[in-house]
């Protein structure tokens, strides 16, 4: 299970960090690829970056590439994304979700991922 926090109503240029908390007995939260997805009204969900399960790589959209750092604390069970200089086009629901597969590549698309957490709503005004 997924419990995304961190949103908010911000003005542009601000920031927010939004954390991703995993829970389950038999979940090792270490062993999977994740990512932050997002949905604006009315759009289809949307890749926003992604983190390997180990030596963590990460990957980001065009979009964010530069202003979005995406981390994770494994002792934790915790996955983050640190969003700098937003911008009113970054306004969406934010997830995060879980790579399918223990010890998998960290992918792109939305379908390939599961588990997704309840979302947190990110408000950029201009």
């Known amino acids: 299970q997924l419990q995304a926090s961190g949103g908010g109503l911000v003005q542009a240029g601000g920031s927010l960090r939004l954390s991703c908390v995993a829970s389950?007995?038999?979940?090792?939260?270490?062993?999977?690829?994740m990512g932050w997805f997002r949905q604006a009204p009315g759009k289809e969900r949307e890749f926003v970056a992604t983190?390997?399960?180990?030596?963590?790589?990460?990957y980001y959209a065009d979009s964010v590439a530069g202003r979005f750092t995406i981390s994770r604390d494994n002792a934790k069970n915790t996955l983050y994304l640190q969003m700098n200089n937003l911008k009113p086009e970054d306004t969406a629901v934010y997830y995060c979700a879980v790579k399918k597969g223990k010890f998998t590549i960290a992918t792109m698309r939305p379908n390939e991922y599961d588990n997704w957490g309840q979302g947190t709503q990110v408000t950029v005004s201009s």
């Open positions: 389950g007995r038999t979940f090792t939260f270490s062993s999977y690829a």
């Open positions: 983190i390997s399960w180990s030596a963590p790589n990460t």
